[in-house]
T-cell receptor, first 112, second 112 residues
Framework: DGGITQSPKYLFRKEGQNVTLSCEQN?????MYWYRQDPGQGLRLIYY???????QKGDIAEGYSVSREKKESFPLTVTSAQKNPTAFYLC???????????FGQGTRLTVV | AQSVTQPDIHITVSEGASLELRCNYS??????LFWYVQSPGQGLQLLLK??????LVQGIKGFEAEFKRSQSSFNLRKPSVHWSDAAEYFC??????????FGAGTRLFVKA
């Protein structure tokens, strides 16, 4: 089945450690996105990539980094510079010509 | 700047009653408009979308939405709510390009 896979579903890390969230899609979509979700704030765009080896900052990119070395993969690293990293992270993708984005099941990151 | 407003943070309806969730957007032209649903701890699922044509669009799970240009609104409706409809609902706009802007969400509670 085609879709977007985020792993792990739950992730715990100590404060000050970097952590990488995985996002893989087999939909052959060119565009991929990372969103952060906090209660009452909807989804906020962290980074997006329209094509391999290219990505742009979204609205809240500080403290995050990404790479897009393969079309299928768009990992997100939450660095120690992110002041409040505990949140629900959603990855999405969109095909060329599509109007809507398709979402993974999310990763809940808790930093203690 | 483009924005999406969902004025109701949460709504409670009785099972079998009708539902209307409000959404207003700010954008110069008619953007692509979407409604997504999210169950707790899950990703987002597309309910319906609008980008041209008939202003009343039908979606999955018995939902419909009406686009009203004069009011910059795209309200979601369902004639009879089921307990399984309890979830969070997001209105979103895609003004063009690769970005989608989400509202803060409306959480729907269904009482027996």
């Amino acid at each position: 089945d085609g879709g977007i896979t985020q792993s792990p579903k739950y992730l715990f890390r100590k404060e000050g450690q970097n952590v990488t969230l995985s996002c893989e899609q087999n939909l052959n979509h060119d565009a991929m996105y990372w969103y952060r979700q906090d209660p009452g704030q909807g989804l906020r765009l962290i980074y997006y990539s329209q094509i391999v080896n290219d990505f742009q900052k979204g609205d809240i990119a500080e403290g995050y980094s990404v790479s897009r070395e393969k079309k299928e993969s768009f990992p997100l690293t939450v660095t120690s510079a992110q002041k409040n990293p505990t949140a629900f992270y959603l990855c999405a993708s969109r095909g060329t010509g599509d109007t809507e984005a398709f979402f993974g099941q999310g990763t809940r990151l808790t930093v203690v | 700047a483009q924005s999406v407003t969902q004025p109701d943070i949460h709504i409670t309806v009785s099972e079998g009653a009708s539902l209307e969730l409000r959404c207003n957007y700010s954008y110069g032209a008619t953007p692509y408009l979407f409604w997504y649903v999210q169950s707790p701890g899950q990703g987002l699922q597309l309910l319906l979308k609008y980008f041209s044509g008939d202003t009343l669009v039908q979606g999955i799970k018995g939902f419909e939405a009406e686009f009203k240009r004069s009011q910059s609104s795209f309200n979601l409706r369902k004639p009879s709510v089921h307990w399984s409809d309890a979830a969070e609902y997001f209105c979103a706009v895609a003004p063009g390009g690769f970005k989608t802007i989400f509202g803060a969400g409306t959480r729907l509670f269904v009482k027996a």
